[in-house]
DNA sequence: GCGACATATAAGTAATAATTGATATGTTTA
DNA sequence: TAAACATATCAATTATTACTTATATGTCGC
């Protein structure tokens, strides 16, 4: 398969009983999706998401993966934390992340090929 | 079934050939998946989204069902349709916005149902 | 053209968020 | 306790964004 030749995005969310069931979303919802959703709305914050979904990992270990500042993976982390994506385990001076959710990454999947889809569509005309 | 009781949801994203395989994500992607989840972010930009993906609407209809100021829906649209999730169509005086992106919506549920979880889970200790 | 209506834009404000550099906190080992 | 290291926090800056009010643009029928 080539490098990102075609459209070739396949992704599997379903992920619990009754598939096919659309859901009714509730205002209450919507403010939840947003604020999930926010998380997900940072390239950095993204890259490290799927960092620690390949596994625990300390913070040194993910500033050293992403290449970013150190305070400014913490502050990601953080944020992570507080959308409730990311877990952490403090082992000695180390704290380990990991990822809380793995569905998150399917969904972040599913948006990359909904994107890639969605800019392929533009360009042909 | 109750009304939000338990953990009910499933969402089926299967949305293309050769499903299962993972995707490696680029870096390129990230930027992408921020994009498109920045336009998630919103809870009123959600209400539109969710609106707009229930039929063809004109700007007045959206303003009135979702209940938000004419220059404030307007901003939203315009941001939903930089990112391509909704196109218009003209008719008159009328300019009609639609989904353009049915498998979004799938995506919003998903997200709504990790959402609950993580929150239900996290009362549960 | 003009009036009525649909929609977009402009200007301004306030809030939020990303980033950096410096510093503080906490943990381990000696 | 002190030195060394891991991580968090602070302060300041800059950028982005949601929202409001007022106004402009565009379209139709007359």
């Given at each position: 398969m080539e490098k990102k030749a075609g459209v070739k995005v396949s992704v599997n969310?379903?992920?619990?009983?009754?598939?096919?069931?659309a859901e009714k979303l509730l205002d209450e919802d919507f403010q939840r999706v947003a604020f999930l959703a926010k998380s997900l709305s940072d390239a950095n914050r993204l890259r490290i998401l799927v960092c620690v979904g390949k596994g625990k990992k300390s913070v040194s270990a993910i500033v050293e993966e992403v290449g970013l500042s150190q305070p400014l993976v913490s502050h990601h982390l953080k944020e992570l934390k507080r959308s409730l994506l990311v877990r952490i385990e403090r082992n000695g001076p180390f704290i380990y992340h990991e990822l809380a959710e793995a569905r998150i990454l399917d969904i972040v999947r599913a948006l990359s090929g909904v994107a890639e889809e969605m800019l392929a569509a533009r360009k042909t005309f």
């Open positions: 969310l379903d992920f619990a009983e009754n598939a096919g069931e």
